[in-house]
């Protein structure tokens, strides 16, 4: 696609609950990243895929945050048992291997 | 440890003013790319630039300058005579990968600039 896509925009979810963020990498990049963002705050890195290697979980907060990336295409970002302080948004870039990220719009997560 | 440090958390200017926000980094590798994103109040994050650890030329595009010292680990960015819609949060940020590898990025904290008109 044109530019990175994120699904959904918004998500208010429960405390307790899993959720699933969608991430639509700009076609041919190779390298994915997952960032958050919480209100006022720099952006917090998380997880990186790049091509076919093993990706770098080491921002990963906890054990109930994963990723998944299938070959170079979409990625899947899953929070289980949300708490009240996953609240943030959730940012995800792509890159061609240049080094220069692009940004999606990024999804708003709720716990409440 | 990768680190990126920005000192100042909020900047308020008068349009016109010239503004500077700062960045100094912190890196073991002798290799390493430096980036300024700009993050409107619409919260995407927009790329601005990107700098290689071996092109310490500074750099001009339109009212936009850049300035690399690696003898400080500095890299900060001027804006000349700024305009309300430079109101934004600005995000330094590095990265130790190679140019063709990627890697992840480092971010600072930002600094929200606010140009009152």
């Known amino acids: 696609g044109a530019g990175v896509s994120q699904s959904p925009s918004n998500k208010v979810t429960e405390k307790g609950k899993d959720v699933e963020l969608r991430c639509d990498p700009i076609s041919g990049h190779t390298a994915l990243y997952w960032y958050r963002q919480r209100l006022g705050q720099g952006l917090e890195f998380l997880i990186y895929?790049?091509?076919?290697?093993?990706?770098?979980k080491s921002g990963l907060p906890s054990d109930r945050f994963s990723a998944e990336r299938t070959g170079e295409s979409v990625s899947t970002l899953t929070i289980q048992r949300t708490q009240q302080e996953d609240s943030a948004v959730y940012l995800c870039?792509?890159?061609?291997?240049?080094?220069?990220?692009?940004f999606g719009q990024g999804t708003r997560l709720t716990v409440v | 440890a990768q680190k990126v440090t920005q000192a100042q958390t909020e900047i308020s200017v008068v349009e016109k003013e010239d503004v500077t926000l700062d960045c100094v980094y912190e890196t073991r590798d002798t290799t390493y790319y430096l980036f300024w994103y700009k993050q409107p109040p619409s919260g995407e994050l927009v790329f601005l630039i990107r700098r290689n650890s071996f092109d310490e030329q500074n750099e001009i595009s339109g009212r936009y300058s850049w300035n690399f010292q690696k003898s400080t680990s500095s890299f900060n960015f001027t804006i000349t005579a700024s305009q309300v819609v430079d109101s934004a949060v600005y995000f330094c940020a590095l990265s130790e990968a190679n140019y063709n590898q990627g890697g992840k990025l480092i971010f600072g904290q930002g600094t929200e600039l606010s140009v009152k008109p």
């Open positions: 895929f790049q091509g076919n290697s093993a990706p770098d």
């Open positions: 870039a792509s890159s061609s291997g240049t080094g220069d990220a692009f």
